[in-house]
């Protein structure tokens, strides 16, 4: 006999890309939790999202409308998934979702009694790219230097403020490196194409990046944070493998953050440390990482804590983690029969 | 000269620094070097335990072993600078 609390999760981000969403990950440290037994209600934008064929860890998928539908339409399907599946907890994993779902979030807690545990609008508007100066500022942190650009134009001036090479950033997602300005502009059309305007020129740092998946419980205290140095890193800058370090300032600097902002969930810090040790944020994701069942496999089940978190209960923060512990990324072929991908495409579930 | 208190290896040649993540390999004698830096032996004791194993001369020994303290210490795997050669 089960000892597990039975709980309903939905989670979204199950695609799985050369830039992965956390959905999967997310997913695989819920269904080893030792203290739910969880059902996996999976979110899905797109109908080729691995996630949604991964029976063995996804229970159920619906579709659901794309983020710029906005939060009523979002509201409006929840409500028909939650008739049929009784969603416990929700948790999203996109930055470009998470607006209508921070919006929404009183609202499924008291028409649906959905839990979610997600930053305030406050703390996920002020770490957006173009505030970041602003947030280092605010909580004495060191950045890179950045600005916003809405137009080619602005491109010429630029070796006035920077030194080359510089980053050409989207305000969601992608960054590229670039030498010149026609490599700024080119970026900025193909950033900008895709993930709208402002783009985000920083300056570039050299050195090792270094990442962090880490928890807050939203009055300060860092629940649980793994620093992780990427291994392999693909041509879109995501990390293929990695190893948990032993970084104590980085991890000093995560709970300074978390006490600053007292951020409230999952979130990932992603950092430049120079070779004179200083260490420069580049990055704050408001939420886990595709790498975030590292943290599980160290020891720290971080997607189980937020639900923990997303109930009410108090979670004991985690003292410590398996150091020089790696995750070797890797893709898969399945195989789908087509009336799974009729049913999906067709009746948006599956 | 101190390794890094926290640095990892192996009998297999395999050194591991936890605070960066970076992984190195070495051979038997780089190991047994580390090993001895570990336990905290200065030149002078390594140097006689060296010269007691293997048929090597003293100059011999002290040019490859500066060589390989310097070469940690680039790797960052010291916790200062390597001394002078006096």
């Known amino acids: 006999m089960s000892l597990k609390r039975k709980i309903n999760v939905a989670v979204t981000g199950l695609n799985a890309i050369d830039s992965p969403g956390p959905g999967v990950p997310v997913i695989r440290a819920l269904k080893e939790s030792k203290l739910f037994d969880v059902r996996i209600i999976g979110l899905a934008y797109e109908t080729l999202e691995p996630g949604i064929y991964m029976h ?112 050409v950033k989207g305000k969601f997602y992608d960054a590229s490196v670039a030498y010149t300005p026609e490599q700024v502009a080119t970026y900025f059309n193909k950033i ?54 032993d970084d104590k300032k980085l991890l000093a600097m995560t709970s300074k953050l978390m006490k600053s902002t007292k951020w409230k969930g999952g979130m990932e810090l992603e950092i430049i440390k120079t070779a004179n040790e200083e260490y420069y944020l580049i990055e704050i994701n408001p939420r886990f990482p595709a790498w975030v069942y590292l943290a599980k496999g160290c020891g720290q089940n971080h997607p189980e804590a937020l639900v923990r978190l997303a109930l009410g209960e108090k979670v004991k923060p985690w003292t410590q983690y398996d150091i020089g512990k790696m995750f070797v990324r890797y893709s898969y072929d399945l195989i789908v029969e087509l009336k799974e991908f009729e049913k999906i495409s067709t009746l948006g579930e599956l | 000269m101190k390794l890094k208190r926290n640095i990892a290896h192996s009998d297999s040649g395999f050194v591991f620094d936890p605070n960066t993540g970076d992984s190195f390999s070495t051979n038997p004698i780089g190991i047994e070097i580390i090993k001895m830096l570990k336990d905290g032996k200065d030149i002078n004791e390594i140097r006689a335990a060296m010269l007691k194993i293997y048929m090597v001369d003293e100059s011999a020994f002290e040019k490859d072993y500066y060589d390989f303290i310097t070469m940690l210490s680039k790797l960052k795997l010291t916790e200062d600078e390597p001394k002078e050669k006096n």
């Open chain 1, 56 to 167: 063995d860890l996804v229970d159920k998928t619906y579709q659901i409308p794309l983020p710029s539908a906005g939060k009523a339409a979002l509201m409006a399907r929840l409500k028909y998934i939650h008739s049929k599946e009784k969603i416990d907890i929700i948790i999203p994993n996109f930055d470009a979702e998470l607006f209508n779902f921070i919006k929404l979030a009183d609202a499924l807690k008291k028409e649906m009694k959905i839990n979610s545990f997600l930053p305030t609008i406050e703390q996920f508007d002020e770490r957006h790219k173009p505030n970041l100066p602003e947030f280092a500022i605010k909580h004495k942190i060191k950045v890179p230097k950045s600005k916003m650009i809405f137009n080619v134009s602005d491109i010429p001036s630029l070796s006035k403020e920077f030194t080359y090479p510089l980053v």
């Open chain 1, 192 to 245: 900008s194409g895709k993930w709208g305007l402002p783009i985000i020129i920083q300056q570039f740092l050299y050195g090792q990046e270094v990442n962090v998946t880490a928890i807050g419980d939203g009055k300060g205290n860092c629940v649980g944070a793994v620093p992780m140095r990427k291994q392999y890193i693909t041509d879109k800058g995501k990390a293929w493998s990695g190893i948990s370090i």
